[in-house]
T-cell receptor
Framework: RKEVEQDPGPFNVPEGATVAFNCTYS??????FFWYRQDCRKEPKLLMS???SGNEDGRFTAQLNRASQYISLLIRDSKLSDSATYLC??????????FGTGTRLKVLA | GAGVSQSPSNKVTEKGKDVELRCDPI?????LYWYRQSLGQGLEFLIY????????KSGLPSDRFSAERTGGSVSTLTIQRTQQEDSAVYLC???????????????FGPGTRLLVL
């Protein structure tokens, strides 16, 4: 079983739609969680950290479920510019970050 | 300010040749990471440097891979006797000090796309 698993997609959604991605992790000792965004042929960039209480940044909401060992990302009112691959990242409290393979999102006009 | 830079941006080489990839981290960042991203794969950890401490080389896939970091700043990743399976994007990232228990933001460079023919 992979340490971090994501549905590769693609998720094709119309502009304005709400879309959600889940990511599961296998190590219950995981301490920090992140969502990174990676555009085609570009480097990953931090989208948001994921906190235990859940957190929101504009149209983006991230949640953590420790009991079921998954994190989620919700994007409301999707824009064309949201089209990208979203990487789930988990950390065990050290300098090692475990990256998922990413979920590809395509927002269609 | 300047972000993480990497060179070259693209490298095409022949099987068996050696290649050297360079990373310039953000000024003041003492933690530096190398990752490899193959098509359809997640980022694979290769090596981690933190200040003057001994690097964690546990992710290097074979002894053909080596890396060094001079003066606590610029890092080079060297692949000797390249093989076709080495073809990938090699990404470098830096963070402030790598000591915040995994809570730091990593800033990535644009990567080097390596193609081994």
């Amino acid at each position: 079983r992979k340490e971090v698993e994501q549905d590769p997609g693609p998720f094709n959604v119309p502009e304005g739609a709400t879309v959600a991605f889940n990511c599961t992790y296998s190590n219950s000792a995981s301490q920090s969680f992140f969502w990174y965004r990676q555009d085609c042929r570009k480097e990953p960039k931090l989208l948001m950290s994921v906190y235990s209480s859940g957190n929101e940044d504009g149209r983006f909401t991230a949640q953590l479920n420790r009991a079921s060992q998954y994190i989620s990302l919700l994007i409301r009112d999707s824009k064309l510019s949201d089209s990208a691959t979203y990487l789930c990242v988990v950390n065990l409290g050290t300098y090692k970050y475990i990256f998922g393979t990413g979920t590809r999102l395509k927002v269609l006009a | 300010g300047a972000g993480v830079s990497q060179s070259p941006s693209n490298k095409v080489t022949e099987k068996g040749k050696d290649v050297e990839l360079r990373c310039d981290p953000i000024s003041g960042h003492t933690a530096l990471y190398w990752y490899r991203q193959s098509l359809g794969q997640g980022l694979e950890f290769l090596i981690y440097f933190q200040g003057n401490s001994a690097p964690d080389k546990s992710g290097l896939p074979s002894d053909r891979f080596s890396a060094e970091r001079t003066g606590g700043s610029v890092s080079t990743l060297t692949i000797q006797r390249t093989q076709q399976e080495d073809s990938a994007v090699y990404l470098c990232a830096s963070s402030l000090d790598g000591l915040a228990g995994g809570a730091e933001t990593q800033y990535f460079g644009p990567g080097t796309r390596l193609l081994v023919l």
